[in-house]
């Protein structure tokens, strides 16, 4: 009888605590309610996912912005680096692909209108990102010049 209760015991733990286990933020995109949820950086309204992005910071949170520049913005005032960063494929609006800011190529150029001004947006290869550069006479990045540039086009 007392086998019994203590392998309940145990069952019962296993499943509260599986119920409770937080999952890991950066394994997945984050989900964003395009028309509802704030940018972090500027409380505005998400509206266009193809600009949209996301930060894991170091504690685990995950935040939203609208714009890629203010991504950037953020990250520099935070303590830590971020654990994740995510972002929207430019060339793939209607996919709403997001790409791990690690892999993703980042062109920046007064001619691409994004939400803030910033005219940051990513692309999920150099080629791409390339052909993008020249047609908006823009300039190619990678995520650290984001994360670290002290100035930025407006």
Same mark, same amino acid.
């Given at each position: ?33 395009? *028309? ?23 504690? *685990? ?29 430019? &060339? ?9 800011? &690690?892999?993703?190529? @980042?062109?920046? &150029? ?9 005219? @940051?947006?990513?692309?999920? &290869? ?29």
């Amino acid at each position: 009888m007392k086998a019994r209760w203590l392998v309940l015991l145990a069952l019962t733990t296993a499943f509260l605590n599986a119920g409770c286990a937080r999952q890991d933020p950066t394994a997945t995109p984050p989900q964003v309610r395009y *028309g509802q949820d704030p940018c972090t950086e500027c409380s505005m309204i998400i509206n266009e996912s193809r600009y949209a992005s996301a930060l894991v910071t170091a504690d *685990g949170q995950t935040l939203l912005f609208d714009d890629l520049g203010e991504l950037g913005a953020h990250a520099r005032k935070l303590d830590k680096p971020p654990l994740m960063v995510w972002v929207r494929d430019y &060339s793939r609006p209607k996919e709403e692909a997001w790409l791990k800011g &690690s892999q993703a190529v @980042f062109v920046q &150029s007064p001619q691409l209108k994004t939400p803030m001004g910033y005219g @940051f947006v990513a692309v999920a &290869s150099e080629s791409e990102a390339k052909n993008l550069a020249v047609e908006t006479k823009g300039r190619v990045l990678r995520l650290k010049e984001i994360l670290s540039a002290e100035e930025q086009l407006r």
